[in-house]
């Protein structure tokens, strides 16, 4: 089955700089890849996600960068703000088979200082 | 209201007794699942449903049981609690058209 790694599993960046949480993946066959956003007390809520037809994807100030051939992906944030901090979540699978068939990472606990 | 809600929030339970989660949606989606989180382990499938008729297994299902009672609810039972079942339980929805899932605020389980 799919295996994810994730790291690191903490990361504190001042305000303002940039964060990066990287995750690799075992399953060549892995063709979606989300991230999740879980603040404290509340569910995971995906924020972004991209498929292996592409290698990047930005959203305002997130981004998510895929290299399928070293079987790994990452979330890039951008000029954090403290309303960033939370735990973040990446995952693989297959879009076509559904949440069952998605393996999650370990989680990152971002924080940001002030 | 949230759309996908949990009862309860927090519960306290002794070694050996049954407890019930429940999950309610009003998403309309026909797709639903429990996960268990623990620290560092990230997010466990346990159970999900594709609809009212239709219950699987998922990675970590051993000791836990389901009823989808309606499209809208979903409910995990512990039928003997015990304490490495301590954990934070979320159940989500998802569509059959599209991937993302939509989880509840989740319920802190505690057995003792």
């Known amino acids: 089955g799919e295996n994810v790694e994730q790291h690191p599993s903490t990361l504190s960046v001042q305000e303002g700089d940039s964060a990066v949480i990287k995750c690799t993946y075992s399953d060549s066959a892995s063709n979606y890849f989300p991230w999740y956003k879980q603040e404290l007390g509340k569910g995971p809520q995906l924020i972004i996600d991209i498929r292996s037809n592409v290698g990047e994807k930005k959203d305002q100030r997130i981004a998510v960068t895929l290299n399928k051939t070293a079987k790994h992906f990452s979330l890039h944030i951008t000029e954090t703000q403290p309303e960033d901090s939370a735990v973040y979540f990446c995952a693989a699978g297959r879009a076509n088979f559904g949440n069952e068939k998605l393996t999650f990472g370990t989680g990152t606990r971002l924080t940001i200082i002030p | 209201d949230a759309d996908v809600t949990q009862t309860p929030r927090n519960r306290i339970t002794k070694t050996g007794k049954r407890i019930m989660l429940e999950c309610s949606q009003t998403?309309?989606?026909?797709?639903m699942y429990w996960y268990r989180q623990d620290p560092g382990l990230g997010l466990r499938l346990i159970y999900y449903?594709?609809?009212?008729?239709?219950?699987n297994k998922g990675e970590i299902s051993d000791g836990y049981s389901v009823s989808r009672q309606a499209q809208a609810k979903f409910s995990l039972s512990l039928e003997s609690a015990i304490p490495n079942q301590t954990a934070l339980y979320f159940c989500a929805t998802s569509d059959n058209r599209n991937t993302e899932a939509f989880f509840g605020q989740g319920t802190r389980l505690t057995v003792v």
């Open positions: 449903s594709f609809d009212v008729k239709d219950i």
């Open positions: 998403k309309g989606h026909d797709r």
